[in-house]
């Protein structure tokens, strides 16, 4: 992808349903890396890793080794995030969420009223959206949204908010653990139960989705050559008959007179395996095991599959000849002898030559999430304090509607495929930017500098002039340009493009430095003279415009 020109017009393209593959781009691999550690591959390993990469986070990495920073990325120590809170007024005079009061948790009170389930929906993804503005120095948030999407549910399919609550605590709580755990609790999952049909799942009319897309999309793929066939999604549905959902203690559990208990024998791809059919209260999780255990059986196709779905979320869309054989495949081959542990694996990935060269950096077309959340963080947006939870819950309920209209709502990802720019050939994350999104784009950054968004009387804005004064020496133009550009960009402008931002913009179009470190002396030997802090301002906030208005910071 040519990285300065991706938002030209774009040739014409056709949907691709064999393995994409290119030419190689590098042939580097999971040797580790041993060159420049400068805040530069901190900021590149930061941006993967995490959303957005702060000035303060830059600059505390800067002080380890790339090993401490990757161990540390990796070692989730911080508590799980406080639930949700009750934000919303349900508009009923007969208030029928009455037990949860106004500021407490919902998530311990059953409640079947649509309309309440729908303001705790909302109030889970606004309480998302809190927790990445103030996410720990930690991959668990990354993880967890990369899981959301390869485990893809929609919050839209049930109106209990507590089902989706459950699975997205299961979803941070285990996006660092084993993947063949993880793949076994998403089946009895109540939220995709409720997504798949599971909990409709009998054996008087086994339901073929969760089978299907346990296996094509969650477990093994479906680019294998030999593959799972059409009677082994219909043994594995079999399998998973008498699963259903208790609503009012926010649990699955198994009606054994609703299971299949008749053999079920699975084709060649699996051995000719048979599951022997059982009854009794613990047939449908010995079932569960046999299965999840002769999927996983089938090990390079498994780790080979979400080996790819990793490095597609952290290194790059396209996967070459020499990435599957110097990257790929050893993973793969790693996550097998781990037991399918998803931490040393991810470990060597972001440790790796491989991570850290050149053709691997900026060349993300960051998601519309980490464009939004990101830009908030680097950018030191105040938010609302957490003891004002109802302004709290309406900044982070303004960002979440922003990032929607950009194309990506968090709990509400379009299909069980997820967000069609993971796995969309060939465009892949280039599906972000179009005609619709980019200006959009453009308007919440121009917006957020200009007159911020108001909510609650609390002005949610970039203060220009406080980003400039953390930098390290924002009264030299040129050093604000250049340590500005080291914050915010993951690709290098050109020295021509630096010296027009820094002569048109905080020169005002003239030639000598020194009108912009006067006018910046000014400001901060007088901070409360309005007309001094104005002429800063009003430059600050120019060049902060342009710079994030230009396709350069699109990428990541």
């Known amino acids: 992808m040519d990285r300065r020109s991706f938002l030209k017009a774009r040739r014409a393209k056709k949907n691709i349903v064999s393995t994409y593959t290119v030419s190689g781009r590098t042939s580097t691999g999971l040797n580790q890396y041993s060159g420049s550690w400068t805040k530069n591959e901190v900021a590149h390993l930061l941006k993967r890793t995490m959303f957005g990469a702060t000035l303060p986070d830059i600059e505390y990495f800067s002080q380890k080794t790339m090993e401490q920073c990757?161990?540390?990325?990796?070692?989730?120590?911080?508590?799980?995030?406080?639930?949700?809170?009750?934000?919303?007024?349900?508009?009923?005079?007969?208030?029928?969420?009455?037990?949860?009061?106004?500021?407490?948790?919902?998530?311990?009170?059953?409640?079947?009223?649509?309309?309440?389930?729908?303001?705790?929906?909302?109030?889970?993804?606004?309480?998302?959206?809190?927790?990445?503005?103030?996410?720990?120095?930690?991959?668990?948030?990354?993880?967890?949204?990369?899981?959301?999407?390869?485990?893809?549910?929609?919050?839209?399919?049930?109106?209990?908010?507590?089902?989706?609550y459950k699975h997205h605590t299961l979803l941070r709580q285990n996006c660092l653990g084993n993947f063949k755990a993880?793949?076994?609790?998403?089946?009895?999952?109540?939220?995709?139960?409720?997504?798949?049909?599971?909990?409709?799942n009998s054996k008087y009319a086994p339901d073929e989705n969760f089978a299907r897309e346990l296996q094509e999309l969650f477990t093994l793929g479906k680019e294998n050559n030999p593959n799972y066939t059409e009677d082994d999604v219909k043994a594995a549905a079999r399998v998973l008959t008498g699963w259903r959902n208790d609503e009012l203690s926010n649990t699955s559990y198994f009606d054994g007179s609703s299971h299949d208990t008749g053999n079920k024998t699975f084709s060649s791809f699996y051995n000719n395996k048979t599951i022997q059919g059982k009854s009794g209260s613990t047939a449908g999780e010995e079932e569960l095991d046999e299965l999840i255990n002769m999927i996983f059986s089938k090990g390079a196709e498994a780790s080979v599959y979400i080996v790819k779905e990793l490095y597609k979320w952290f290194v790059y869309y396209e996967i070459d000849q020499a990435a599957e054989e110097n990257v790929i495949a050893p993973l793969a081959q790693m996550l097998q002898n781990y037991n399918w542990d998803i931490a040393p694996v991810l470990s060597a990935l972001l440790k790796s030559e491989h991570f850290f060269d050149v053709m691997n950096q900026g060349c993300f077309i960051k998601s519309p999430v980490d464009f939004v959340v990101g830009t908030c963080r680097e950018m030191k947006v105040a938010l609302p304090p957490g003891s004002d939870y109802t302004t709290a819950y309406a900044a982070c309920g303004e960002l979440l509607w922003l990032s929607s209209l950009m194309q990506q709502e968090l709990g509400d990802p379009p299909s069980v495929s997820g967000w069609p720019a993971y796995y969309q050939i060939p465009t892949f994350h280039e599906m972000w930017i179009n005609n619709d999104t980019y200006p959009k784009r453009n308007q919440f950054t121009d917006t957020l500098i200009n007159t911020g968004y108001t909510l609650n009387n609390f002005l949610l804005q970039v203060d220009s002039v406080a980003f400039a004064r953390s930098l390290n020496n924002p009264g030299d133009p040129k050093m604000l340009v250049e340590d500005s550009l080291a914050v915010l960009y993951r690709i290098q402008l050109s020295d021509t493009i630096k010296e027009q931002l820094k002569k048109e913009i905080l020169l005002t179009g003239q030639t000598n430095d020194y009108y912009w470190t006067n006018a910046w002396n000014t400001y901060i030997a007088n901070p409360t003279d309005m007309m001094a802090y104005q002429t800063v301002h009003t430059r600050l906030s120019e060049l902060y415009k342009y710079l994030l208005a230009l396709p350069e910071y699109q990428l990541s």
């Open 70 to 164: 990757v161990d540390e990325l990796l070692t989730i120590t911080s508590p799980m995030p406080d639930p949700p809170l009750k934000d919303y007024d349900t508009g009923d005079a007969q208030n029928p969420d009455s037990d949860v009061d106004a500021g407490t948790t919902w998530i311990y009170s059953n409640n079947e009223d649509s309309d309440v389930g729908e303001k705790r929906k909302q109030s889970l993804k606004k309480w998302w959206i809190g927790i990445l503005l103030n996410q720990p120095r930690n991959i668990r948030e990354k993880m967890t949204l990369f899981w959301h999407n390869h485990f893809a549910t929609e919050m839209a399919s049930s109106q209990n908010a507590r089902f989706a």
């Open 182 to 200: 993880l793949a076994r609790s998403i089946a009895i999952d109540p939220l995709m139960l409720v997504y798949q049909n599971g909990e409709h």
